[in-house]
T-cell receptor
Framework: DAGVTQSPTHLIKTRGQQVTLRCSPK?????VSWYQQALGQGPQFIFQ???????QRGNFPDRFSGHQFPNYSSELNVNALLLGDSALYLC????????????FGQGTRLTVV | KQEVTQIPAALSVPEGENLVLNCSFT??????LQWFRQDPGKGLTSLLL?????REQTSGRLNASLDKSSGRSTLYIAASQPGDSATYLC???????????FGAGTQVVVTP
């Protein structure tokens, strides 16, 4: 079992550009959530996907959007990048049937210049 | 709104000493609480999950307790080792769908 995998691991983008981050959940998991972690802070919830629909959303602007595919993998898209979007983006998967343990990927480090 | 606090923000102990890490939460109606380890620039590794009906969970040298009435969870790491140096985060869910609400973490350094 490969666990939760994210790609790419690092990314440098210019302000105003758009970026897409990808996540494959742990085998058997059906729910994917995305988090943003700024340096020295705890992760902040962006949104959660289940059955290809956004189920919950945190306090993030519409520039942040996502998608879940039939194989449960997910993408996070950020438009019109700002310098403040520089952070570690983490994907977590879980199985909603038990609402149980969340497993995280290694993250994508996004730097906006 | 659930708020999670971890104090202290940083901790340094000599090798062999027991570690005690604290986590406080404001909403006692939690669904579960999870402890994570994070190495610099890396993702989160799940250490222990405590369901709301449980009082504690143990895995090897790690033991986590949960006291919903006081809004506290404590992670104990016995006989610390330099390899335990990392940031430890706690996070709670208020329902099965719920997002994880994280504390800011406690950065631990274990000196040889």
């Amino acid at each position: 079992d490969a666990g939760v995998t994210q790609s790419p691991t690092h990314l440098i983008k210019t302000r105003g550009q758009q970026v897409t981050l990808r996540c494959s959940p742990k085998s058997g998991h059906d729910t994917v959530s995305w988090y943003q972690q700024a340096l020295g802070q705890g992760p902040q919830f962006i949104f959660q996907y289940y059955e290809e629909e956004e189920r919950q959303r945190g306090n993030f602007p519409d520039r942040f959007s996502g998608h879940q595919f039939p194989n449960y993998s997910s993408e996070l898209n950020v438009n019109a990048l700002l310098l403040g979007d520089s952070a570690l983006y983490l994907c977590a998967s879980s199985f909603i049937g038990t609402g149980a343990e969340a497993f995280f990927g290694q993250g994508t480090r996004l730097t906006v210049v | 709104k659930q708020e999670v606090t971890q104090i202290p923000a940083a901790l340094s102990v000599p090798e062999g000493e027991n570690l005690v890490l604290n986590c406080s939460f404001t909403d006692s109606a939690i669904y579960n609480l999870q402890w994570f380890r994070q190495d610099p620039g890396k993702g989160l590794t799940s250490l222990l999950l405590i369901q709301s009906s449980q009082r504690e969970q143990t895995s090897g040298r790690l033991n986590a307790s949960l006291d919903k009435s006081s809004g506290r969870s404590t992670l104990y790491i016995a006989a610390s080792q330099p390899g335990d140096s990392a940031t430890y985060l706690c996070a709670s869910k208020t329902d099965s769908w719920g997002k994880l609400q994280f504390g800011a973490g406690t950065q631990v350094v274990v000196t040889p």
